[in-house]
Structure formats: structure tokens, C-alpha cells
């Protein structure tokens, strides 16, 4: 996901790339059994085809969590993007 983060050094989704293949799987199985179901690690790596395990795909999910707390919080920097209309 982003640089940085020294909690992520020791992770397994931090030893692994994931496609944009992978991470739509991951979306929509987490979309699909909610936050709150049981064995929730599982049944996503399972509904991936099994080519992430259940603690890659744990990991995973905090690395994205991570990432929207740095967001919130204010810590990562906008991008300056170049555009073109009347607010630039």
C-alpha cells in the first residue's frame, strides 16, 4: 500500500503483491460476508481461489485500515495533481 509504515515491515501482505485482480476478490468477498461474520479471514481467502492465505488477507485488511487513519488524521499530503478548469 504506501511507504512508510514500519508496523507493515513484518506482515505477510507486505512479503506479497497484490494484483488488481486480487484486490477486487478481496472487495467484493468482504463486501459480500460483512465485517462481523465469523471466520471472516477464512472465508474470504477461501472465496479468492485460496491465493491469499486467511493471515495475508488479515493483514491486508489492517494495511488498508492503516491507511484510512493516516488519511483521517491528516498525516498523508494531497497529491497535486494537474488539471485543467476554472478552479486551477
Same mark, same amino acid.
Given at each position: 500500500? $504506501?511507504?512508510?509504515? $514500519?508496523? %507493515? $515491515?513484518? &506482515? +505477510? &501482505?507486505?512479503? /506479497?503483491?497484490?494484483? #488488481?485482480? !486480487?484486490?477486487?476478490?478481496? !472487495?467484493?468477498?468482504?463486501?459480500?460476508?460483512? #465485517?462481523?461474520? +465469523?471466520?471472516?479471514?477464512?472465508?474470504?481467502?477461501?472465496?479468492?481461489?485460496? @491465493?491469499?492465505?486467511?493471515?495475508?488477507? %488479515? @493483514?491486508?485488511?489492517?494495511?488498508? !485500515?492503516?491507511?484510512?487513519?493516516?488519511? !483521517?488524521?491528516? %498525516?498523508?499530503?494531497? +497529491?497535486?495533481?494537474?488539471?485543467?478548469?476554472?478552479? /486551477?
Amino acid at each position: 500500500m $504506501s511507504s512508510g509504515g $514500519s508496523s %507493515r $515491515s513484518n &506482515s +505477510p &501482505s507486505s512479503k /506479497t503483491v497484490w494484483s #488488481l485482480k !486480487e484486490n477486487k476478490m478481496f !472487495e467484493d468477498a468482504l463486501a459480500y460476508y460483512g #465485517l462481523s461474520s +465469523p471466520n471472516l479471514w477464512d472465508k474470504v481467502a477461501s472465496a479468492m481461489g485460496g @491465493c491469499k492465505s486467511a493471515e495475508e488477507v %488479515r @493483514c491486508h485488511y489492517q494495511d488498508l !485500515e492503516d491507511d484510512v487513519k493516516m488519511i !483521517e488524521a491528516g %498525516r498523508v499530503s494531497y +497529491p497535486k495533481y494537474k488539471t485543467q478548469g476554472f478552479w /486551477t
